[in-house]
T-cell receptor, first 114, second 112 residues
Framework: NAGVTQTPKFRILKIGQSMTLQCAQD?????MYWYRQDPGMGLKLIYY???????DKGEVPNGYNVSRSTTEDFPLRLELAAPSQTSVYFC?????????????FGPGTRLTVT | AQRVTQPEKLLSVFKGAPVELKCNYS??????LFWYVQYSRQRLQLLLR??SRESIKGFTADLNKGETSFHLKKPFAQEEDSAMYYC??????????????FGKGTKLSVKP
């Protein structure tokens, strides 16, 4: 049981390049989330998914896209990288049932856009 | 508006001293509040949640609805408590229920 995994751990992109941040969980969780954390700031919600085939925007979705073709995977796509997207990206998941709302986090991907 | 405020960026104490990490929130409704911790080179993990009224690693936090606060306390700090601490509120963004709204975090440094 690996929990939530993210790849890559680090990445440097040039302005205008594209990339996909991978996220997978093996806990059969329906809910999955993408957050970004800028230096000195709290995590902000980019996109979320309540199940396979269902995604929706969070607080800061501009410049990103997601898909959820399976319960396990929730990739985040950056189409035209910009310096403002330099951040640490965290993926998280939680169970559908239960009122505790505990989220399980991946280790993060540190992205630099230059 | 849903918001979490952690007023201290850094809190430095000596081993054995009491610790209080402050957290205030803004939320219309009944909030679910959490403390998450991130130790060096580790992932973010849940420390405790208000609904459980539990003590984890000697830490406790009481929800005070009148003061809209959820401060984290420990009577005697240990060096291994040094970490980043995030207060979080279970939001209701777009009806998703369960997304977390985070404060900016407080770095706790416990000196020997």
């Amino acid at each position: 049981n690996a929990g939530v995994t993210q790849t890559p751990k680090f990445r440097i992109l040039k302005i205008g390049q594209s990339m996909t941040l991978q996220c997978a969980q093996d806990m059969n969780h329906n809910y999955m989330y993408w957050y970004r954390q800028d230096p000195g700031m709290g995590l902000k919600l980019i996109y979320y998914s309540v199940g396979a085939g269902i995604t929706d925007k969070g607080e800061v979705p501009n410049g990103y896209n997601v898909s959820r073709s399976t319960t396990e995977d929730f990739p985040l796509r950056l189409e035209l990288a910009a310096p403002s997207q330099t951040s640490v990206y965290f993926c998280a998941s939680r169970e559908k049932q239960g009122a505790t709302y505990e989220q399980y986090f991946g280790p993060g991907t540190r992205l630099t856009v230059t | 508006a849903q918001r979490v405020t952690q007023p201290e960026k850094l809190l430095s104490v000596f081993k054995g001293a009491p610790v209080e990490l402050k957290c205030n929130y803004s939320y219309s409704g009944s909030p679910e509040l959490f403390w998450y911790v991130q130790y060096s080179r580790q992932r973010l993990q849940l420390l405790l949640r208000h609904i459980s009224r539990e003590s984890i690693k000697g830490f406790t936090a009481d929800l005070n609805k009148g003061e809209t606060s959820f401060h984290l306390k420990k009577p005697f700090a240990q060096e291994e408590d040094s970490a980043m601490y995030y207060c979080a509120l279970s939001g209701n963004y777009g009806g998703s229920q369960g997304n977390l709204i985070f404060g900016k975090g407080t770095k706790l440094s416990v000196k020997p």
